[in-house]
Every structure is written in C-alpha cells, then in structure tokens.
C-alpha cells in the first residue's frame, strides 16, 4: 500500500489563524481525501481533491474555511482558515491505492489540532 | 444521500470470546464496504472489506458478512485477544465502474478485550 505523511503531526494555534496541512504520497494516485475526526467521533468527510481540477465539497465544507490544493499526483495541502475552537480535531489525508483494487483507502497519520 | 449506522457503540467481552459489530447503509446502489480498527491516537487501519458480488469474507480470525437485501454488514472477530482493543469503524460506498466514490463511516464502536 502507499505510504502516506502528513505535516505538521500536531499543533496548537489561536483562534482567527490559519493553519496549512501537508499531505505527501510515495506514489502517484489520482484521488486523495481530506477528513476531519472530532474528538471521540467518527471520520467525516471534507472534499475530495484530484490533481488539475478544483476540489468537490461535502455538505457543510465551503471553499473559503478549507482550501485545498493538489498541484501534482503526490501531494495536496488542506488550509483551515479563521480558526476557531470548533475547529480542534483530527485531521486526515487518505488516498485510493490503484494496487490492487481502487476502492482501497489508506489513511495518512493526521494531523492534531487544537484551536484556542 | 448514503447513511450508515453502527451497533454497538461500545462492547466488552472476555478473551477468547467473539465480537460482533453491525452497520445497516441506506443506499442499495453501494457496492464496498471496508472495515477500519483504530487504535487510541493511532490513524484508522483496514483489516478486511467486502464487495456486494461476494457474500462473506474471512481473513484469519476476522470475517465480515454482507446481506445486500437487508442492507446490513457485520464484522465478526473470534478468538478476541486484548490487542484488538479498539475503536472499529464500518463505512459504505457506491464505485461506479472505471470512477471514483466516497466512503460514509459509521458512527464507531469501542471494543474492549478483557484478560
């Protein structure tokens, strides 16, 4: 399966800032996901980013609070913008590995936020 | 748009039990269904998935279920062991053929494996 990294693994920042989240593959893959895990909850869904075309948002997401970007077939970043503590949770990148079936999501390690 | 709810919330049995976890989806056009375990502060990991075309799966001590005409799938774990301690997560997806989909998750359930 891929290997996935993400950057930063934590941090604590004040809300009305922004933070950038990395997320690097080891190998091309057409479709990487970005998720948010509150705390003690399920994985929920933000948008799905393809290299080339602007990300697709869920129901709740909009553009302007999580930006994304996916400037090649290895890396996307996710922004969370104006933060406030609502905004503390986990965050996850995850991709489709082609090897051997699509469907296949693997997920990177997260990113664990805290807003003040 | 797909819905899926996971029973139990939390469950605790003996080692060497077995463990069930249940997820009903709402949406009869999806076709895979992975299960994911997540161990405390760790990313959630696959341990086993299923495709509508095939009725049951099992790899070692785990094995899931499908029954497409009740819409429910169920992850079965014997012979427990303290290491499978976790937070199990179930999800559905539609894969329209040669596209791409997106999983819903369920809601999560916390098994304990007692010594």
């Known amino acids: 399966s891929a290997v996935i990294s993400q950057k930063p693994s934590r941090d604590i920042c004040q809300r009305g800032t922004s933070l950038t989240i990395q997320c690097q593959v080891d190998?091309?893959?057409?479709?990487m996901f970005w998720y948010r895990q509150q705390p003690g909850q399920s994985l929920t869904l933000i948008a799905t980013?393809?290299?080339?075309?602007?990300?697709?948002?869920e129901s709740g997401f909009v553009i302007d609070k999580f930006p994304i970007s996916r400037p090649n077939l290895t890396f996307s970043t996710l922004t969370v913008s104006n933060m406030s503590p609502e905004d503390s949770s986990i965050y996850l990148c995850?991709?489709?590995?082609?090897?051997?079936?699509?469907?296949?999501?693997?997920f990177g390690p997260g990113t664990r936020l805290l807003v003040l | 748009g797909e819905n899926v709810e996971q029973h139990p919330s939390t469950l605790s049995v003996q080692e060497g039990d077995s463990a069930v976890i249940k997820c009903t989806y709402s949406?009869?056009?999806?076709?895979?269904f992975p299960w994911y375990k997540q161990e405390l502060g760790k990313r959630p990991q696959l341990i086993i998935d299923?495709?509508?075309?095939?009725g049951e799966k099992k790899d070692q001590r785990i094995a899931v279920t499908l029954n497409k005409t009740a819409k429910h799938f169920s992850l079965h774990i014997t012979e427990t062991q303290p290491e499978d301690s976790a937070v199990y997560f179930c999800?559905?997806?539609?894969?329209?053929?040669?596209?791409?989909?997106?999983?819903?998750f369920g809601q999560g359930t916390t098994l304990q494996v007692k010594p």
């Open positions: 190998s091309q893959v057409t479709m």
């Open positions: 995850s991709v489709e590995d082609p090897y051997p079936l699509e469907e296949t999501q693997y």
């Open positions: 980013a393809n290299q080339g075309s602007e990300a697709t948002y």
């Open positions: 949406d009869s056009a999806s076709n895979y």
């Open positions: 299923i495709r509508s075309n095939v």
């Open positions: 999800a559905a997806s539609y894969y329209p053929p040669g596209n791409t989909g997106k999983l819903i």
